[in-house]
């Protein structure tokens, strides 16, 4: 608010006890076109003079809290000197950078600038900052994310509020319903609430800057009007992806409880081999997100899984798939599903077979769990055969981009493993056995590379490794001694280990969104399959992929697919 110079009264503070007007200074002090520092109680002012009067503004630059009296005024406008964010003095309006800056009372009296500021309350902080997060969410502004974040921390809002206000804003946006961005989040969203304080931060904001680089500029999808009428599964295989969202709305709306909404997704899911397992993976997410942030950000989340799921590949249908296939429907997927664990079974014969299988080991794994595995041991033996794949993969191939093939092919195998597992748990029976021989398949299908090229000599299998040469995983990874990391993870107490890869996941050293999602999904799943499994090499598995180069193939295997279709008509091989 701006005052004249022909002012001579204060008038009534409206904000009674929480607000405090103090002297800057003589009104002559300054001359029209300057500025001065002032204090009022514990804040530092900008006070401003210009022909529209007298101005203040908070001193802090709200980019990063530089004093805006060391930058420039040019009329009503002045420019933070240090990164040449602008704002109008009259309003604090930012005229270019990310967000406004807060704006003061003033009154000249006798003479005297006085300037009032008001202390905010928590719901008057909160509700400025709500807007201005998904402000900065919408325009993919990493930095405002995270001020706004820190600064709603501050006032006590929880990670999980942030983060429902974050996915409000966003999945509507998602490209073809939730995916990585979704997946990545609610990894994120369980760092941050194992975390506590400012450490909460960086998890958070990781999270939020995953939902807003992949949803900025992009169009809401509309949502059609609940119909309890359809059939979830049915449309989802019908690929009638209006239907699967007006079903689940519809299930939604005649207040379904929600094991019976996430028995119809799992459903869904367990169908097919969605998307090399991605079905499955954004499925046990968006359940868990919901279990964070609340069952009534269902109607936000769910027709958005229910669309992905429609739009994912189903690989079952493809040709590569046939013989796997045909092998799986000769299996009794009842009786797998009602098979007994026998407590005594050991995974190591079943992962050694899975691991050098010339085909889809399909037969074998059906025969073990019958034989006492159970489905959760074969699930522990599809995770403990990806982490030895990870540990053994091959930097030679990685390292060339003319193969297609990496890293991100072997951890999905991981990761499925881990929502095949959550799955299973939460909704047992034929269904979800089947997603269990899926995920054995993939475990296969990861091999693709060894088999073409022949298995590393090189591998960091725990059993041959050297000592290490550090003794801190941390220093390890960062420096990429994928050796010592590997022999850290594997000596090292468990729960330390994850939180040690966890924090390295978090780093911003991943280049890209997609890997930085795998880094972080990776690592999440090696912690709960360690946990699961009692093995340390799924946190062995995830220290070597951390610690070791990536190369990121993503446009160069567009284009050298690309020029190869367009100039031969070949499809990219497998
Ligand atoms: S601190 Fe003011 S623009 Fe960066």
């Not at 807007?131 to 990493?142: H, K, N, Q, V």
């Not at 974040?149 to 999980?160: D, K, Y």
């Not at 239907?243 to 899911?269: E, K």
């Not at 881990?418 to 995920?439: I, K, M, N, S, Y």
């Amino acid at each position: 608010m701006a005052a004249t110079d022909r002012d001579t009264t204060q008038t009534h503070d409206p904000t009674g006890d929480r607000s405090t007007t103090e002297s800057v200074g003589p009104a002559e002090n300054w001359s029209v076109g300057s500025m001065k520092m002032g204090q009022v109680a514990d804040r530092k002012v900008a006070v401003v003079r210009t022909e529209s009067g007298f101005h203040a503004l908070d001193n802090a630059c709200p980019h990063q809290g530089y004093g805006l009296t060391t930058g420039s005024l040019d009329g009503e406008r002045l420019t933070c000197q240090w990164h040449n964010w602008k704002f109008d003095v009259r309003t604090g309006q930012c005229l270019m950078g990310e967000e406004d800056v807060a704006c003061h009372r003033v009154d000249v009296v006798d003479g005297e600038v006085l300037v009032t500021v008001n202390r905010q309350t928590v719901d008057e902080q909160r509700a400025k900052l709500w807007p201005s997060l998904e402000r900065g969410i919408e325009a993919d502004y990493t930095g405002q994310i995270a001020r706004d974040s820190a600064r709603l921390l501050a006032t006590g809002t929880t990670p999980a509020e942030i983060m429902r206000s974050g996915l409000a804003h966003t999945a509507a946006k998602t490209d073809d319903g939730l995916g990585h961005e979704l997946a990545m989040a609610t990894d994120c969203l369980a760092l941050a609430e194992i975390r506590n304080g400012t450490d909460q931060a960086l998890p958070l904001v990781q999270g939020l800057a995953g939902l807003a680089e992949t949803t900025r500029d992009r169009p809401a999808r509309q949502l059609p009007d609940p119909d309890p009428s359809v059939s979830v599964p049915e449309a989802i295989e019908t690929e009638d992806a209006k239907g699967a969202m007006a079903g689940v709305l519809g299930l939604l709306d005649q207040g379904a409880d929600p094991a019976t909404v996430r028995h119809q997704l799992i459903d869904a899911a367990s169908a097919h081999h969605l998307s090399y397992g991605h079905g499955m993976i954004y499925t046990q997410k968006t359940f868990e997100m919901l279990d964070r942030i609340g069952w009534d950000s269902a109607p936000n989340l769910l027709p958005h899984l229910a669309a992905r799921l429609v739009w994912s590949t189903r690989e079952d249908t493809l040709p590569y798939m046939r013989k796997a296939m045909r092998s799986l429907a000769g299996v009794d997927l009842e009786s797998l599903a009602s098979a007994e664990a026998d407590q005594g079974w050991q995974p190591d014969g079943l992962v050694d077979v899975m691991l050098d299988a010339p085909a889809a080991p399909l037969d074998a794994a059906a025969a073990a769990v019958i034989d006492g595995a159970g489905i959760e041991g074969l699930l522990a033996a599809v995770s403990l055969g990806a982490s030895r794949r990870l540990l053994r993969h091959d930097l030679a191939i990685e390292l060339d981009s003319s193969d297609a093939f990496g890293w991100l092919d072997i951890t999905h195998a991981l990761t499925t493993a881990q929502a095949v597992r959550w799955a299973w748990q939460a909704d047992p029976g034929p269904h979800t056995a089947r997603a269990a021989l899926f995920a054995v398949w993939l475990l296969f299908d990861s091999g693709r590379s060894e088999r073409r090229n022949g298995i590393a000599a090189t591998g960091l299998e725990p059993d041959r490794l050297a000592p290490p040469a550090t003794d801190d995983l941390a220093t390890a990874v960062t420096f990429g001694d994928a050796s010592s990391a590997v022999a850290l993870a594997t000596a090292g107490q468990p729960d330390q280990v994850g939180d040690i890869l966890a924090q390295a996941s978090l780093g911003d050293g991943a280049g890209s969104f997609i890997v930085a999602a795998h880094l972080i999904k990776t690592t999440e799943a090696a912690r709960r399959e360690t946990a699961r499994t009692g093995s340390s090499l799924p946190l062995a598995a995830a220290a070597r992929f951390l610690a070791s180069p990536r190369v990121e193939r993503f446009v160069a295997a567009n284009v050298a697919e690309s020029v190869d279709f367009v100039t031969t008509g070949r499809p990219p091989g497998r």
